[in-house]
């Protein structure tokens, strides 16, 4: 089954300890993103990626780091993460990237985190 | 700057009704619409879209108006149905400042059919 899969779904964590959420897709898409979701702002992307090893900052960058080692995995970090970054977490891929002709985005299920 | 405005928060509608979702763009560079949609504990779908080229796009039930000379683009449900409420999303593809392209999303509007 074609998809995008996120771990953890669920996360509480304490101010300044690191956490990963993983982001994997199984359609060999090139273009991969991150997106929080917070009430009354909508869905605002965090960091983009064209393609393996390249990688750009969305509108949210701050606070944020990513990687695209390999095709399918997208991972975000969060290095030493703060409360004003407890929000709804989603990873998308699409074929390419959004364009005139573009393809749609494939989001994943979602990552609820708390930062305490 | 919000680049993409979703107005109403929130819309009820009676079921078999039609259901209007609206969105404004201020970006005159954004060539490609689309609409998500998006289920509570779901991450969002892609629904239908409209390139800039065209006025009018149908699948089925919905269908997506685009006025460019307004910057205005709306989606319309008919028959609605339960089953469509959800929060729907209003996104625009263009060239982003760097230079590459970029999706940028509206707030959303929380749909709600009554039957």
């Known amino acids: 089954e074609a998809q995008v899969t996120q771990n953890p779904r669920y996360l509480i964590t304490v101010t300044g300890k690191k956490l990963t959420v993983t982001c994997s897709q199984n359609m060999n898409h090139e273009y991969m993103s991150w997106y929080r979701q917070d009430p009354g702002l909508g869905l605002r992307q965090i960091y983009y990626s064209m393609n393996v090893e390249v990688t750009d900052k969305g509108d949210v960058p701050e606070g944020y780091k990513v990687s695209r080692k390999e095709k399918r995995n997208f991972p975000l970090i969060l290095e030493s993460p703060s409360p004003n970054q407890t929000s709804l977490y989603f990873c998308?891929?699409?074929?390419?990237?959004?364009?005139?002709?573009?393809?749609?985005?494939?989001f994943g299920p979602g990552t609820r985190l708390t930062v305490l | 700057d919000q680049q993409v405005k979703q107005n109403s928060p929130s819309l009820s509608v009676q079921e078999g009704r039609i259901s209007i979702l609206n969105c404004d763009y201020t970006?005159?560079?954004?060539?490609?619409f689309l609409w998500y949609k998006k289920y509570p504990a779901e991450g969002p779908t892609f629904l239908i879209s409209?390139?800039?080229?065209?006025d009018k796009n149908e699948d089925g039930r919905f269908t997506v108006f685009l006025n460019k000379s307004a910057k205005h683009l709306s989606l319309h449900i008919v028959p609605s149905q339960p089953g469509d409420s959800a929060v729907y999303f209003c996104a625009a593809s263009g060239v982003s400042g760097a230079g590459s392209y970029q999706l940028t999303f509206g707030k959303g509007t929380k749909l709600s059919v009554i039957p």
């Open positions: 409209i390139s800039s080229i065209k």
């Open positions: 998308a891929s699409s074929p390419r990237a959004p364009g005139s002709l573009t393809d749609t985005q494939y």
């Open positions: 970006n005159s560079m954004f060539d490609y």
